[in-house]
T-cell receptor
């Protein structure tokens, strides 16, 4: 079956630190992969996506590369800011006509200290 | 502006008093879904709908009902709420998930407290 595993939080970093949040997946076929971000008091919003192997999604300084060989989609940012404090969700969307949902990881809470 | 609108944002009610949380989207999406978010449990899908008049159970459907009479609306109904349904609820929509490329668009959430 399809599943997503992401690193547990909370993750606490100082401003300007390098960020990595690990995400690995199990899927049949070739899914699309997403990172969503949830800021305090808000709903989830799409941060970036990649639809095929070796694609790199990027947005707001965040990047993630679709690695088929390691079934991973790790989120990275070179220099985090206090405003990046949020919960981050890795997600998978199967490419199957019978697919009925997007599969989410458990979420990683990120806190950035000034 | 493309959006998913949920109402209300906050709701406090008592056990057994029927309530409805509304959800509307203006993006002509076929797919709509309800989730609940609880600390330590992540997002859990309650019900989803692939199109008008087509609904199905998600992972945690007990105690909830939905309907999809129009493409844009997908209300969540709690016929007899209980305290274990106290949670943060999200509605989301997208084009059909089987394409693999359509991201979900989320509403801003409804925080429900059942006493």
């Amino acid at each position: 079956g399809n599943s997503v595993t992401q690193m547990e939080g909370p993750v606490t970093l100082s401003e300007e630190a390098f960020l990595t949040i690990n995400c690995t997946y199990t899927a049949t076929g070739y899914p699309s992969l997403f990172w969503y971000v949830q800021y305090p008091g808000e709903g989830l919003q799409l941060l970036l996506k990649a639809t095929k192997a070796d694609d790199k999604g990027s947005n707001k300084g965040f990047e993630a590369t679709y690695r088929k060989e390691t079934t991973s989609f790790h989120l990275e940012k070179g220099s985090v800011q206090v405003s990046d404090s949020a919960v981050y969700f890795c997600a998978l969307s199967p490419r199957e006509s019978s697919a009925s949902k997007i599969i989410f990881g458990s979420g990683t809470r990120l806190s950035i200290r000034p | 502006e493309a959006q998913v609108t949920q109402n209300p944002r906050y709701l406090i009610t008592v056990t057994g008093k029927k309530l409805t949380v509304t959800c509307s989207q203006n993006m002509n999406h076929e797919y709509m879904s309800w989730y609940r978010q609880d600390p330590g449990l992540g997002l859990r899908q309650i019900y989803y709908s692939m199109n008008v008049e087509v609904t199905d159970k998600g992972d945690v459907p007990e105690g909830y009902k939905v309907s999809r009479k129009e493409k844009r609306n997908f209300p969540l109904i709690l016929e007899s709420p209980s305290p274990n349904q106290t949670s943060l609820y999200f509605c989301a929509s997208s084009f059909l998930p089987g394409t693999g490329t359509s991201p979900l668009h989320f509403g801003n959430g409804t925080r429900l407290t059942v006493t």
